[in-house]
């Protein structure tokens, strides 16, 4: 399932378990539904050697700035907005470790050569994406990123009348 929910934030596994080590790879909406729906990451070719690999933040979706974010996470990119518009998030554990991005002051990689497919399916634990309505953004979450008791919980304490959205699934 590719769909996304909203306006459940207690629900949300981070806001459940804070004590959660989980990372998050910001890119745009395609990538990361791509890289959600495949369980893989595609490194790309755009940096080589000592930049190569999957890179991370430990930022969750809505907690910064899309400038605060370019400033944290890119190694000196400006104008990357759109690959600050969603994120895939992973657990850390196995063979995927990250270590500190030098290039980046709060980034976190897992280094990969250019053009190198990293199978992540189990260390994917959901994806995310900002939406934007009538001038209003906010974050979606795919239902893997809920806690299923607390989402119940949350739906039947927060029902929405009037808002056919609210909860609903998005592409």
């Known amino acids: 399932m590719h769909g996304l929910i909203?306006?459940?934030?207690r629900a949300l596994i981070w806001n459940v378990d804070p004590s959660q080590k989980l990372w998050f790879h910001y890119t745009d909406r395609t990538a990361a539904r791509a890289i959600f729906s495949t369980g893989a990451y595609y490194?790309?070719?755009?940096?080589?050697?000592?930049?190569?690999?999957?890179?991370?933040?430990p930022y969750i979706p809505g907690s910064k700035t899309e400038t605060e974010l370019e400033s944290l996470i890119l190694d000196g990119t400006r104008g990357a907005?759109?690959?600050?518009?969603?994120c895939v998030v992973f657990a850390e554990?196995?063979?995927l470790k990250f270590v500190?991005?030098?290039f980046t002051q709060d980034g976190m990689r897992f280094l990969a050569a250019p053009g190198q497919v990293l199978r992540v399916q189990t260390n994917i634990v959901g994806w995310a994406a900002e939406q934007t309505n009538g001038g209003t953004s906010s974050w979606e979450h795919s239902l893997t990123?809920?806690?299923?008791a607390k989402l119940a919980e949350s739906?039947?304490?927060?029902?929405s009348p009037g808002h056919p959205?609210?909860?609903?699934f998005q592409n």
């Not at 490194?43 to 933040?57: A, F, M, Q």
């Not at 907005?81 to 969603?86: G, I, N, S, T, V």
């Not at 990123?145 to 299923?148: E, Q």
């Open 93 to 95: 554990f196995g063979d």
């Open 100 to 102: 500190s991005d030098p």
């Open 155 to 159: 739906r039947v304490t927060n029902p």
């Open 165 to 168: 959205t609210k909860g609903s």
């Open 81 to 86: 907005a759109e690959r600050l518009r969603a």
């Open 43 to 57: 490194v790309s070719s755009e940096h080589s050697g000592d930049r190569s690999g999957l890179h991370v933040c």
């Open 145 to 148: 990123l809920f806690d299923p």
């Open 6 to 9: 909203h306006n459940h934030e």
